[in-house]
């Protein structure tokens, strides 16, 4: 089992950068890639940004590939979401997941975390 906790969402303005945190415990992150996906209000789940076990792989949304950047530390067990130029359409609660290889699609995933949201204004 492997448990994921979010941190570092809040309320930016239209333009500003945000850095997201999710740390494991449970298991040894370097063992699984990550994701973050994010769900807007009225919005289904969609893919953000996933990396492998490594950090050697990253993948990226066509809506965020050039402004948000996904990195990982093994030794302290937290992936992070870098995200810059944020616009009101990233507003959106983002979650954490870990899964054993890399996907764009939820079911690739195994654990969840309750989620960080993120709020840009204009």
């Known amino acids: 089992q492997v448990q994921l906790v979010e941190s570092g969402g809040g309320l930016v303005q239209t333009g500003a950068s945000l850095r997201l945190s999710c740390v494991a415990s449970g298991r040894t992150l370097s063992s699984y890639a990550m994701g973050w996906f994010r769900q807007a209000p009225g919005k289904e789940r969609e893919f953000v940004a996933t990396?492998?076990?490594?950090?050697?792989?990253?993948i990226y949304s066509d809506s965020v590939k050039g402004r948000f950047t996904i990195s990982r530390d093994n030794a302290k067990n937290t992936v992070y979401l870098q995200m810059s130029r944020l616009q009101s359409e990233d507003t959106a609660v983002y979650y954490c997941t870990a899964g054993l290889h890399t996907a764009r699609a939820q079911g690739g995933y195994n654990w969840w975390g309750q989620g960080t949201q993120v709020t840009v204004s204009s």
């Open positions: 990396i492998n076990f490594s950090g050697g792989v990253t």
